[in-house]
């Protein structure tokens, strides 16, 4: 069954740190999201993606961060300048379809630790 | 503003002993309400999409409902490997409860 791909599992960084987190969509899928869960809260939306442009965005999703699908397959989320706060488990997911009613399957997550 | 709120935070079940999760929602215009349930450290993992009020999805233990302001999760007689978080989610830009942590004691 194919699943959304996420790499790595675990990144450490210090503060002020450029870092880029991966993802590999299931393939046949046209829109990809980006969510981050900070330890002991709710799944956050950053950002949707879809034809090569962002199509919304949370009031997280600020200057420092930036997606960008570099080729065919991956989806990449770079974080400029990490903060502490930035310290979270980072979820990609994508769906084939876009709109409210289509479920969206995620990856296992990047847990990023900004020191 | 879009919100969701899921009741109880926890809950310790005895294998067996059925239960159910709620998910209360305000929101303009839902097209779609989620659940998921996410294992600890892991990636959310789909489980039922709900369109209107009145309809029902059944998966093994697990049933959804879905009221014009509320959704459940029924869980029938629950198995140890049902312990996880169930988190329920509305819109595209899926805005997510808190969830519900569910622990089932043998």
Known sequence: EPEVTQTPSHQVTQMGQEVILRCVPISNHLYFYWYRQILGQKVEFLVSFYNNEISEKSEIFDDQFSVERPDGSNFTLKIRSTKLEDSAMYFCASTRMGGSYNEQFFGPGTRLTVL | ?106
Do not use: M
């Open chain 2, 1 to 106: 503003e879009d919100q969701v709120t899921q009741s109880p935070e926890a809950l310790r079940l005895q294998e067996g002993e059925s239960s159910s999760l709620n998910c209360s929602y305000t929101v303009s215009g839902l097209r779609g309400l989620f659940w998921y349930r996410q294992d600890p450290g892991k990636g959310p993992e789909f489980l039922f999409t709900l369109y209107s009020a009145g309809e029902e999805k059944e998966k093994e233990r697990l049933k959804a409902t879905l009221t014009k302001k509320e959704s459940f999760l029924h869980i029938t007689a629950p198995k140890p490997e049902d312990s996880a978080t169930y988190l329920c989610a509305v819109r595209n830009k899926l805005i997510f409860g808190t969830g519900t942590r569910l622990q089932v004691f043998p």
